[in-house]
């Protein structure tokens, strides 16, 4: 919010009466370090003034909510109400309504692809790493509420994705995450979408020759017929 009403001027962000504003030419210019900004509150009736989106009502809202466990959290040390379940979500109802939806993962995908020791054990692998991300955020909100922060639909069936899942899978590990969903999501359709590694691979909608399994997804890699729900090779007979 404060990025935003810099856009229109910083002065906006000071708490000081317009007549004290360091602005007309006799007047010395000030550290902004050196001056108070607004509080919470005023923050927010700014931020909606410079805005050039229309501020919803749940927005306002959310930030009063957000305010207000903050200052739980910061001067109230003893009753804290918020819980991890809360925390996370707030943090990626954030994310979204400010940079739009996927922004919270792309942000801590990129921000471990960043990181200066990235790479130094396999680049592959510490990529499709960041699926525990995933894991972790879907563990802690659960499919519904993780729905809301993702360009994919997440609330159908997920299938293994086919580079994600050859990447972990061996010396350094066992892929049991299933990120890949059907795009769009209906019974003919031929391509699906993995949200870890953001890439998208044709699918022949035929049944599984495994016994057990009920799959109707198989990936060609190569040749090589792979189930995406159970992911065993489909021997032709
Ligand atoms: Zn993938
Ligand atoms: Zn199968």
Not at 14 to 28: H, N
Not at 30 to 54: M, P
Not at 138 to 155: F, P, Q, R, V
Not at 200 to 210: L, S
């Given at each position: 919010?404060?990025?935003?009403?810099?856009?229109?001027?910083?002065?906006?962000?000071?708490?000081?009466?317009?007549?004290?504003?360091?602005?007309?030419?006799?007047?010395?210019?000030?550290?902004?370090?050196?001056?108070?900004?607004?509080?919470?509150e005023?923050?927010?009736?700014?931020?909606?003034?410079?805005?050039?989106k229309k501020?919803?009502?749940?927005f306002?809202?959310?930030?009063?909510?957000?305010?207000?466990?903050?200052?739980?959290a910061?001067?109230?040390?003893s009753?804290?109400?918020?819980?991890?379940?809360?925390?996370?979500?707030?943090?990626?109802?954030a994310?979204?309504?400010?940079?739009?939806k996927?922004?919270?993962?792309?942000?801590?995908?990129?921000?471990?692809?960043e990181n200066?020791?990235?790479?130094?054990?396999?680049?592959?692998?510490?990529?499709?790493?960041?699926?525990?991300h995933?894991d972790?955020?879907?563990?802690?909100?659960?499919?519904?509420?993780?729905n809301?922060?993702?360009?994919?639909?997440?609330?159908?069936r997920?299938?293994?994705?086919?580079?994600?899942?050859?990447?972990?899978?061996?010396d350094?590990?066992?892929?049991?995450?299933?990120?890949?969903?059907?795009?769009?999501?209906?019974?003919?359709?031929?391509?699906?979408?993995?949200?870890?590694c953001?890439a998208e691979?044709?699918?022949?909608?035929k049944?599984?020759?495994?016994?057990k399994?009920?799959?109707n997804?198989?990936?060609?890699?190569?040749?090589?017929?792979?189930?995406l729900?159970?992911?065993?090779?489909?021997?032709?007979e």
């Amino acid at each position: 919010m404060k990025s935003a009403i810099c856009k229109t001027t910083p002065l906006l962000l000071i708490e000081k009466t317009r007549a004290d504003w360091p602005t007309l030419p006799s007047r010395a210019d000030k550290e902004f370090d050196s001056l108070y900004t607004i509080s919470g509150e005023a923050l927010l009736t700014t931020f909606c003034a410079v805005s050039e989106k229309k501020i919803s009502e749940e927005f306002i809202d959310f930030i009063e909510t957000v305010r207000q466990k903050r200052n739980e959290a910061i001067h109230g040390a003893s009753k804290i109400s918020i819980g991890v379940k809360e925390l996370l979500d707030h943090i990626l109802n954030a994310y979204t309504w400010c940079f739009g939806k996927d922004a919270w993962f792309l942000e801590t995908r990129n921000f471990n692809y960043e990181n200066p020791l990235f790479g130094y054990y396999d680049w592959d692998i510490e990529y499709a790493d960041a699926y525990r991300h995933l894991d972790f955020a879907l563990d802690i909100l659960g499919k519904k509420k993780l729905n809301k922060y993702l360009k994919t639909e997440i609330l159908g069936r997920a299938y293994f994705c086919p580079v994600c899942k050859r990447t972990i899978d061996g010396d350094f590990g066992y892929l049991e995450s299933k990120w890949a969903f059907i795009k769009p999501n209906k019974p003919e359709s031929t391509n699906i979408h993995c949200i870890n590694c953001d890439a998208e691979f044709n699918v022949i909608r035929k049944d599984c020759i495994g016994e057990k399994c009920k799959g109707n997804v198989i990936h060609d890699y190569e040749g090589e017929e792979t189930c995406l729900t159970c992911f065993e090779y489909q021997e032709n007979e």
